[in-house]
């Protein structure tokens, strides 16, 4: 059974700070993406990476995947307010996508 | 506008009272799938269907069925709803089901938080 590990579980941090949020596997993913949830809505993709060792940046958030490809991380410089959501970990299975457990992140102005 | 709609948003019900909680989007998605989410325990598949009359079951089935008559409609049916079925329910669909390189956006739906009594 492929599994996503998520850590930490929570993280509250001050504007500003930065912080990484990990992702993590025993099995190999052949992609993975990262959504981000706010209250009251569904998940919104925030990207798709595809290749081991691959980073990639989106403004202040950096992705980056493992060069095994069995984990990722999240990388969020100067948090911002806005960036508070509950962040997920997916991975492309045999016709199914696998979901992380989480990390819910807290910014405060 | 491309989006996935569920409904009800929100739903009281009783334990035994059968329930649909309906999905539609307006994409023309080949892919669709329900997940349930809870706290600690992330999203969690219910079933899945690749394309019309062809379903099949996630991590989580028991307790559910879904249909799929039409490519836009995939509707999931609580026969006799428990209360181990209070949850926060998403539709999701994609233009092609995962597969190894070639994963595609899931788009959810707003979510349906049902409470069983």
């Known amino acids: 059974t492929q599994l996503l590990e998520q850590s930490p579980q929570f993280l509250s941090i001050q504007e500003g700070e930065n912080l990484t949020v990990y992702c993590n596997s025993s099995s190999v993913f052949s992609s993975l993406q990262w959504y981000r949830q706010e209250p009251g809505e569904g998940p919104v993709l925030l990207v798709t990476?595809?290749?081991?060792?691959e980073v990639k940046k989106l403004k202040r958030l950096t992705f980056q995947f493992g060069d095994a490809r069995k984990d990722s991380s999240l990388h969020i410089t100067a948090a911002q307010p806005g960036d508070t959501g509950l962040y997920l970990c997916a991975g492309a299975g045999t016709y199914k996508y696998i979901f992380g457990t989480g990390t819910r992140l807290k910014v405060l102005a | 506008e491309a989006q996935v709609t569920q409904n009800p948003r929100y739903l009281i019900t009783v334990t035994g009272k059968k329930l649909t909680v309906t999905c539609s989007q307006n994409m023309n998605h080949e892919y669709m799938s329900w997940y349930r989410q809870d706290p600690g325990l992330g999203l969690r598949q219910i079933y899945y269907s690749m394309n019309v009359e062809v379903t099949d079951k996630g991590d989580v089935p028991e307790g559910y069925k879904v249909s799929r008559k039409e490519k836009r409609n995939f509707p999931l049916i609580l026969e006799s709803p428990s209360p181990n079925q209070t949850s926060l329910y998403f539709c999701?669909?994609?233009?092609?089901?995962?597969?190894?390189?070639?994963?595609?956006?899931?788009?959810f739906g707003e979510g349906s938080r049902l409470t069983v009594l």
């Open positions: 999701a669909s994609s233009l092609w089901p995962p597969r190894d390189l070639n994963t595609g956006e899931l788009f």
């Open positions: 990476v595809v290749t081991g060792g």
